[in-house]
């Protein structure tokens, strides 16, 4: 899995000692925190990440939570605390990917190859062609409807392919290859088309950035789309596209 941090989405979280928890807003998920660590502080976070379109929300403001509690953490046990949080104690599904990404920060390579460890490469994010991320809130779907089924072909063994996609497309951005990385994400989505059913919605968005001239894919489970552009000048025609269709758009990286 190849995966990008977007500094314009985020969680951010604050906490001072307390004799008993209190969280502002309340969530459920940031008590889950919290009582994983013991902790009794005064809790106040806030997060400007798009609910339930597969851009990692639910972790990002399990990974800020975290980080405010304890800022010894390091990624490795950052990243294994919020997935446990996440998959243990409240019974989210998904995957590790974004727990993993977000702990680390950055663009990064994992290999979940190892059900007991993941291996994770830091890449420089210059290496990235221009990239569009687009969602449609109305089109939102939660990630656990997808991961569902995708956990079962993992376990079937149907996922090496991808593996060896991301891989694929790790090698293009080290050589300067940005059309074996384009690519390499337009493979990626043919594959999920043989996977699992997609939303109409979903694939709207996919068709709309081809028609574009762009390469795309889903940048998660529930329905964000990132698509992949020649240079600045075709980034924004895509963007112009994307727009057209009702979407949200940004430009990454930053």
Same mark, same amino acid.
Do not use: F, K
């Given at each position: 899995m190849l995966a990008l941090t977007l500094p314009e989405l985020g969680a951010?979280?604050?906490?001072?000692?307390?004799?008993?928890?209190?969280?502002?807003?309340?969530?459920?998920?940031?008590?889950?925190?919290? =009582? @994983?660590?013991?902790?009794?502080?005064?809790?106040?976070?806030?997060?400007?990440?798009?609910?339930?379109? %597969?851009?990692?929300g639910s972790s990002a403001i399990a990974i800020a939570v975290l980080r405010a509690l304890d800022q010894r953490l390091h990624p490795v046990e950052l990243a294994r605390?919020?997935?446990?949080?996440?998959?243990?104690?409240?019974?989210?599904? %998904? %995957?590790?990917q974004d727990q993993v990404v977000q702990a680390h920060g950055g663009l990064v390579l994992m290999d979940f190859s190892d059900?007991? #460890?993941? @291996?994770?490469?830091?890449?420089?994010? %210059?290496?990235?062609?221009?990239?569009?991320?687009?969602?449609?809130? @109305? =089109?939102?779907?939660?990630?656990?409807i997808a991961h569902a089924d995708l956990r079962r072909r993992y376990a079937h063994g149907d996922m090496p392919a991808l593996a060896e996609l991301a891989r694929q497309a790790a090698r293009a951005l080290r050589e300067g290859d940005h059309t074996a990385f384009? #690519?390499?994400? #337009?493979?990626?989505?043919?594959?999920?088309? @043989?996977?699992?059913?997609?939303?109409?919605?979903?694939?709207?968005?996919?068709?709309?950035?081809r028609a574009a001239g762009a390469a795309a894919n889903y940048s998660g489970s529930g329905g964000a789309i990132v698509a992949v552009c020649r240079d600045d000048e075709h980034r924004a025609t895509v963007r112009a596209a994307l727009e057209q269709l009702g979407c949200r758009?940004?430009?990454?990286?930053?």
């Open positions: 951010q979280a604050r906490a001072a000692p307390a004799e008993r928890l209190s969280v502002a807003p309340d969530s459920e998920l940031v008590r889950a925190v919290a =009582a @994983r660590l013991g902790a009794t502080a005064t809790i106040e976070w806030s997060t400007n990440v798009p609910t339930s379109v %597969g851009l990692g605390t919020a997935l446990a949080i996440e998959r243990q104690d409240l019974g989210i599904p %998904g %995957g590790r059900e007991r #460890d993941v @291996r994770v490469e830091r890449l420089d994010p %210059g290496l990235l062609p221009p990239l569009v991320v687009a969602w449609r809130e @109305r =089109a939102s779907e939660h990630s656990g384009a #690519d390499a994400v #337009d493979q990626s989505y043919e594959h999920r088309v @043989r996977m699992v059913a997609l939303q109409p919605g979903h694939v709207e968005m996919i068709e709309t950035a758009t940004l430009s990454a990286p930053a």
